[in-house]
């Protein structure tokens, strides 16, 4: 597509249930990267995958936190019994190719998840 | 612990006024440097970005932002602003060699110009 596509852009959830998010990268994009931003807070990175190497999960804040990459473009993002403090706008963001100063990003909407 | 503090929460200004965003980062090694701007409804973009060579980086719209490495700042200045220059500003660093979506983002700043 034209540019990173997540989806859904609204969530609203119960506590303790799990949820999905999905972005769709720029089409031949081989870095994708998620992020999280609180209510008041700046953009937090959880994850990054860059083509075939294991992501780097360093922003990950807890193990109720997952993210897979399936065929090296759409990505999924999971989140296990959710908690209130884990309402935030994720978002997603793709780049031609991981490091060097010519690196771009490209970001998506993000999804807006409320955990009542 | 990398961090990155954005000393205004929220700025308002009148048209044609001067802008300036304080942007200070904490790490001892070389570091890239980033301001990326979200206007209402749209998606964060890159304004401008510093590597390296001449500390005064030109971004788009006359956005300019200077690398001081002494005082480990990279303020973000535009000589006189618009209204179509409101909008929410966040400075980011990422260390020197790594993925630039590696990135430590401030809080961001919330600029909002009068007419």
């Known amino acids: 597509g034209a540019g990173v596509s997540q989806s859904p852009s609204n969530k609203v959830t119960e506590k303790g249930k799990d949820v999905e998010l999905r972005c769709d990268p720029i089409?031949?994009?081989?870095?994708l990267y998620w992020y999280r931003q609180s209510l008041g807070q700046g953009l937090e990175f959880l994850i990054y995958?860059?083509?075939?190497?294991?992501?780097?999960k360093s922003g990950l804040p807890s193990d109720r936190f997952s993210a897979e990459r399936t065929g090296g473009s759409v990505s999924t993002l999971t989140i296990q019994r959710t908690q209130q403090e884990d309402s935030a706008v994720y978002l997603c963001?793709?780049?031609?190719?991981?490091?060097?100063?010519?690196?771009?990003?490209?970001f998506g909407s993000g999804t807006q998840l409320s955990v009542l | 612990a990398q961090s990155v503090s954005q000393h205004n929460h929220h700025v308002i200004l009148s048209e044609a006024a001067s802008l300036e965003l304080g942007c200070n980062y904490s790490?001892?090694?070389?570091?890239?440097l980033f301001w990326y701007v979200q206007y209402p409804g749209q998606h964060l973009q890159l304004l401008l970005k510093?590597?390296?060579?001449?500390?005064l980086v030109k971004g788009i719209k006359g956005f300019e932002a200077e690398f001081i490495k002494s005082k480990f700042s990279f303020n973000l200045r535009k000589p006189s602003v618009q209204w179509s220059d409101t909008a929410e500003y966040f400075c980011?660093?990422?260390?020197?060699?790594?993925?630039?979506?590696?990135?430590?983002f401030g809080k961001g700043t919330k600029l909002s110009v009068k007419p």
């Open positions: 963001a793709s780049s031609l190719r991981a490091g060097g100063p010519n690196e771009k990003l490209f």
């Open positions: 089409s031949g994009h081989t870095a």
């Open positions: 995958f860059q083509g075939n190497s294991a992501p780097d």
């Open positions: 790490y001892g090694g070389t570091v890239n």
């Open positions: 510093y590597f390296s060579g001449d500390p």
């Open positions: 980011a660093v990422a260390r020197y060699g790594g993925s630039q979506g590696n990135l430590i």
